[in-house]
């Protein structure tokens, strides 16, 4: 099955002139186990379309990266379609501490992804689509790609009111934002995506972003909140195979090529070698939140005894970098918990993963060595410096 797909790739590596016919006025959907690709003899530039077949997040994201460092994009213009299952997604200098809610990813079970580019944070699920545009650097032009996309919509709909913005993100009804954008360039390649907002869970898409860490002071960059819509909202007849058709024509159309829509697998290691290392890569906390630009916390936490549900407040000073926390500093009244304890309590932090189960376990120890009135307000004081964490 993947001899069909390995034969393509080792010609876009090495070779030009590789594309997928189509017929009459309609891309043809094919898959990897199809017939073997045919060669457009004298064709300088030539287009493929790729939808993959996986719903990973980290999968998908490893995918952009292999096609960026493995295809001659010099040579080679390819449109990747994909969708993943329930995810958030930030970009490459963001702070997801700042940018998503945390404790309740971890509860609804949607998982967190860094991508390699920049731009925003973003919700994915089943009902959002993304695309990606790769090219050589030469040939990178956002604008030209989010045409591909505005006149698609038009093609199908030609009701809608679909603007794309001085931004690069396309608006319906000039106030909806149904698409953002991001993108990554490289010494001789790029590449663009953006989301495209079919019928997305926007309930979860509120619940999950927004901050999960009070008191940040950061240089990270900051999403910029907007008014979204689903394109099913305004057009509820418009399915997925009818939009599907029409981005793959309007991308023919656009760069003069004629390419079917090509099925892919990423989790194909014959066809991908190498690319489960990257989503390996991409899964882990040191790229997702280690990643994080070096950011300060300064709060006011609210700490409980749970004995006597008496109540204080202490400020809490925190510098991460690298996703460790470098320095932390606890002031809460000296009547309520001995300065000896609070400091202790800071040390031991100090090095620990801005994270809460982390922290929580390298302070279990130092609760266990007190007792009674001492140990319950030690428990408040950590209880509100881990909520900190998310």
């Not at 994909?82 to 970009?91: D, E, L, M, T």
């Not at 199908?156 to 990554?184: C, E, H, W």
């Not at 090529?257 to 070698?273: E, G, K, M, N, R």
């Not at 002031?331 to 994270?355: K, M, Y």
């Amino acid at each position: 099955m993947a001899c069909h797909i390995r034969r393509m790739l080792s010609l876009l590596r090495g070779c030009s002139g590789v594309y997928r016919c189509q017929t009459g006025n309609h891309p043809t959907r094919t898959s990897s186990s199809s017939s073997s690709f045919l060669m457009a003899s004298g064709s300088s530039s030539v287009g493929l379309v790729l939808q993959s077949q996986s719903t990973d997040v980290y999968q998908n994201l490893a995918l952009e990266d292999w096609i960026d460092a493995n295809v001659d994009l010099q040579q080679h213009s390819i449109l990747l379609l994909w969708r993943n299952g329930p995810a958030v997604v930030i970009g490459r200098h963001q702070n997801p501490w700042a940018e998503c809610n945390l404790p309740a990813m971890r509860r609804i079970g949607i998982p967190l992804a860094r991508r390699r580019s920049g731009g925003g944070t973003v919700f994915h699920d089943l009902g959002n689509l993304n695309l990606t545009f790769f090219t050589s650097k030469k040939l990178y032009d956002r604008k030209r790609n989010l045409k591909v996309i505005t006149e698609a919509l038009r093609r199908v709909r030609p009701g809608l009111d679909i603007q794309a913005t001085d931004r690069f993100d396309i608006l319906l009804n000039g106030l909806y934002k149904i698409s953002g954008t991001a993108s990554r360039l490289s010494r001789k390649s790029s590449y663009h995506h953006c989301t495209l907002l079919h019928s997305a869970d926007r309930s979860v898409l509120s619940a999950v972003l927004h901050p999960s860490c009070p008191g940040i002071h950061s240089n990270a960059t900051p999403s910029v909140p907007s008014p979204v819509a689903n394109l099913l909202d305004h057009a509820p007849t418009l399915q997925w195979e009818e939009l599907l058709e029409a981005l793959v024509y309007q991308y023919n159309a656009e760069f003069g090529s004629s390419a079917a829509l090509t099925l892919i697998d990423p989790a194909d290691q014959s066809a991908f070698p190498g690319l489960n290392r990257t989503a390996t890569e991409l899964r882990s906390w040191d790229w997702t939140f280690g990643k994080t630009p070096k950011f300060s916390i300064q709060t006011v936490l609210d700490v409980t005894d749970a004995q006597s549900s008496a109540r204080t407040s202490a400020q809490l000073h925190m510098d991460i970098k690298n996703g460790l926390i470098q320095s932390c500093e606890l002031e809460i009244p000296a009547h309520w918990l001995p300065q000896q304890l609070s400091g202790e309590l800071s040390d031991t932090l100090v090095g620990e993963r801005f994270c809460p189960h982390r922290a929580a376990a390298a302070v279990s120890a130092l609760l266990r060595s007190e007792s009674g009135e001492l140990q319950s307000r030690l428990r408040g004081l950590c209880d509100a410096v881990l909520t900190v964490m998310g």
